[in-house]
């Protein structure tokens, strides 16, 4: 079919109360670092990142109204978004193939969805 | 149903591979579909008078690309964007196209793409490759039309909106491309040979189409032995449905079968592909499930079985593919070779009480021992689980036997 770039999220699903020994961490983010390069070099990043403890987030929501502020996160579940990256590929196999080097860098499932196609002008 | 003018034989041969040509040509399934179907349309009112084509497949290509880029320019003409993306890749002289063998292979990959949901690819795979309406799969799948209706259009979204694409995967993507595939023919065929009422009809269908795409695939992939190895299974299942159920309507078993009901032609042919497979020593799960097939299909009576063999087949499935279904047929064999106690001791190592065929199993092992109320218990068990209609009076046969 048309061979437009699309663009793809890929969110990693990661359990932060289980942490890896030290030494695995640093091997980890050695990896991930290596996934990055990758991407970079081969024109298809366009931005990513790891978050820090979902005890951080705040949820902000509207209520009455009046945007109210409450403890994060937003769903309370063992696994929970653990960072990101946001992709271009010409097609979901080629998505898939960088979720692949993905999910065995950052040890976690991956999750791959589509952006919405920009309207066309 | 009467075919005088052969248009309906020429839509189940044809459909799938028209479609799959007009979505490469076109870059969208809906779009393809629609044509297809237009083309069928005219088809149907001017061969009756003026007879078949001489390449029947190429007509409804042809004409089925040319009254999509008509209604194209129309859109377009109307400046919808889509429309003219769509035109820029048409030629401008619409000349005589036929259907491209890849492109159906393309389209099986992609209705069987592992990021759809199994029941997604089964159901794609029966519409777009098969060319069943909505409704009739609806109703061999046993579920309301509208729910078929809904898995469809999402699926087809899913393909647009993720960008699964239309290609033929790489040799090194093969091994995770090619098992969905062969198992949604698999489905396909189990659905349709899960026998019972009401939706008979429809469901011997299903096997029929298996077979047929099972057919079409070994002629697009010849050098894949697993997908010989199922299309062999197939054949070799098929060939015992005129022995499978008593005129009554209830189950027959293979050890109770009238095996000169079996189709030798099938039969011959499911045991020559199993020979081939073998030559070519590079076995899978398919191609040891057909070879235990052939072993059957070889034996006069179910007395001539050679279960060593059988067994020696479910120890490579097991090996390959070691899952407790496989290790419960692998139990029946063991009874069979080394007595119902020894089946029985193996079966008691599994853990799949929600199976109906684990507690049947068990229950006729019990029974060939003489423990009838612990049999008639189990018998009682799987009749809990078990939902076919011809299954469930099978069992309650055998639960009066025991009592």
Redesign the interface.
């Known amino acids: 079919?048309?061979t437009t770039m699309?663009q793809y999220l890929l969110s990693v699903h990661g359990t932060y109360d289980e942490q890896l020994p030290p030494d695995e961490m640093q091997q980890m983010f050695d990896d991930v670092g290596e996934v990055n390069q990758e991407m970079a070099d081969k024109g298809v990043w366009v931005f990513g990142g790891g978050l820090t403890h979902p005890s951080d987030a705040t949820v902000v929501r509207v209520e009455k109204g009046n945007p109210v502020l409450t403890d994060g996160p937003f769903v309370e579940t063992k696994e929970q978004l653990g960072g990101f990256w946001v992709i271009k590929?010409?097609?979901?196999?080629q998505?898939?193939d960088w979720a692949r080097k993905a999910t065995v860098a950052c040890r976690a499932p991956v999750e791959?969805?589509?952006f919405?196609?920009e309207a066309?002008d | 149903m009467t075919d005088p003018d052969g248009v309906a034989r020429v839509y189940r041969q044809e459909y799938g591979r028209c479609v799959a040509t007009l979505?490469r040509v076109l870059?969208?399934i809906d779009l393809a579909e629609e044509a297809v179907q237009e083309a069928f349309a005219v088809a149907i009112e001017r061969w009756p008078a003026a007879g078949l084509p001489p390449n029947p497949g190429a007509w409804i290509v042809t004409t089925a690309r040319n009254k999509a880029i008509d209604r194209l320019r129309r859109e377009a003409a109307r400046e919808d964007?889509?429309a003219q993306?769509a035109l820029l890749h048409q030629p401008d002289e619409p000349r005589e196209v036929g259907p491209v063998r890849d492109d159906q292979l393309r389209l099986i990959f992609t209705c069987c793409?592992p990021?759809l949901a199994p029941a997604a690819q089964v159901a794609l795979t029966l519409r777009l490759l098969g060319g069943l309406e909505t409704p009739e799969i609806a109703r061999a799948f046993l579920v309301p039309e509208a729910t078929m209706a809904q898995r469809i259009v999402r699926a087809k979204r899913k393909i647009k909106?993720?960008?699964?694409?239309?290609?033929i995967?790489a040799e090194a993507?093969l091994p995770d491309r090619l098992p969905p595939v062969l198992a949604v023919l698999y489905l396909v065929f189990n659905e349709g040979y899960a026998a019972s009422t009401g939706a008979e009809l429809v469901r011997a269908d299903l096997c029929a189409e298996a077979v047929r795409l099972a057919r079409e695939l070994v002629g697009l992939m010849p050098d894949e032995p697993e997908v010989a190895g199922l299309l062999a299974l197939l054949l070799l299942t098929e060939s015992r449905r005129p022995a499978r159920t008593a005129p009554d309507g209830t189950i027959v078993l293979l050890p109770d079968q009238d095996r000169t009901l079996w189709n030798r032609e099938l039969v011959t042919e499911g045991q020559a592909i199993v020979r081939a497979c073998l030559r070519r020593n590079r076995p899978g799960p398919y191609q040891i499930q057909a070879a235990i097939a052939a072993v059957h299909s070889d034996a006069p009576t179910a007395a001539d079985t050679d279960w060593a063999q059988i067994l020696a087949l479910y120890d490579q499935l097991t090996a390959v593919a070691p899952t407790a279904v496989v290790a419960l047929n692998r139990a029946v064999a063991v009874a069979e070779l080394h007595g119902p106690a020894a089946g029985l001791t193996e079966v008691d190592r599994l853990e799949l009480p929600a199976y109906h065929l684990f507690h049947s199993t068990r229950a006729d092992l019990l029974a060939r021992l003489g423990r009838r109320d612990e049999a008639a218990a189990e018998y009682e068990r799987a009749l809990e689980l078990a939902s076919n209609e011809a299954e469930l009076a099978f069992l309650a046969g055998r639960l009066s036997s025991v009592r």
């Open positions: 079919m048309e699309k590929a010409d097609d979901l196999d998505a898939l791959v969805r589509p919405q196609e066309a | 979505v870059g969208d964007k889509h993306a793409h990021s909106d993720a960008g699964i694409p239309y290609r995967p993507q």
